[in-house]
C-alpha cells in the first residue's frame, strides 16, 4: 500500500465480518470497513496488541472456506482501526 491519499487500487466500501489472526495466538472477529485488490481496512476498538509491520493472516466470513490470506499491517489509527497490505505471490 502507499500512503491514504496515494493508493495503487480503487477502496470499496463494505462492511463484512473478518477473522482476524496474529502471532503468537490472537484472534478476532472485526469488521471491515473497505477492501482493494492489495488490501483491507477494519474498525478494532483496541489497536494496542497491533503493531506496524506485524505479519498477520485475514479471512471473510461471508463466503464458505474462504482462503486465509497472509497480509501485514501497513497503517494504524489508534482505537479506530488498521490497514492490511495482502502478500500475495
Known amino acids: 500500500m502507499t500512503d491514504i491519499n496515494n493508493r495503487r487500487h480503487q477502496r ?3 462492511g463484512a465480518k473478518i477473522r482476524f ?3 503468537p495466538e490472537v484472534e478476532m472477529i472485526l469488521d471491515m470497513r473497505d477492501f482493494s485488490d492489495s488490501g483491507l481496512y ?3 476498538s483496541d489497536t ?3 503493531h506496524l ?3 498477520v493472516e485475514v479471512q471473510t466470513l461471508e463466503i464458505d472456506d474462504a482462503p486465509i490470506l497472509p497480509s ?3 497503517r494504524i489509527e489508534d482505537n479506530v482501526g488498521f490497514a492490511v497490505e ?3 505471490d
Do not use: G
Open 21 to 23: 489472526f496474529a502471532n
Open 48 to 50: 494496542s496488541n497491533i
Open 72 to 74: 501485514k499491517v501497513k
Open 53 to 55: 509491520e506485524d505479519d
Open 12 to 14: 470499496l466500501k463494505h
Open 86 to 88: 495482502f502478500m500475495l
Open 42 to 44: 477494519v474498525y478494532c
